[in-house]
């Protein structure tokens, strides 16, 4: 796997894990955690939990799938990643002079009332 694909993969995972990590089980998110955000390597988390490498890999594996299962189930990356798009369309549309002098400051009072309903 190239640099830039273990990279794409990495943040995927993490977006993921902040949106379904609570339905995850403890030793999932414990790996996840270990392997994605703290970025240990098999053989350390294998050392940290006195169990093969190869049992690690098996576990990532597996909750990674469980994380793909729950966004293909609910869909809430890709509802946020899609609103993050729609909000920065709507963030330019002022300075693209789309709307009207007298609107541009409600316009985005509007939008910032939205985002924060994030």
């Known amino acids: 796997m190239s640099q830039g694909n273990r990279l794409e993969k990495t943040n995927r995972i993490n977006l993921l894990f902040a949106f379904y990590e609570s339905l995850l089980t403890d030793k999932q998110q414990t790996f996840l955690k270990y392997y994605f955000h703290d970025d240990f390597s098999l ?13 690690v890999y098996e576990h990532i594996k597996r909750a ?28 330019r549309l002022p300075q693209d002079g789309a709307l009207l002098e007298p609107f541009k400051r409600r316009f985005a009072d509007i939008v910032d009332s939205l985002e924060k309903l994030e």
């Open 43 to 55: 053989g350390e988390i294998a050392a940290e939990f006195e169990i093969s490498r190869q049992a």
């Open 64 to 91: 990674e799938q469980v994380l793909e299962n729950y966004e293909n189930k609910l869909g809430l990356l890709a509802k946020h990643e899609s609103r993050t798009r729609y909000f920065e369309e709507l963030r």
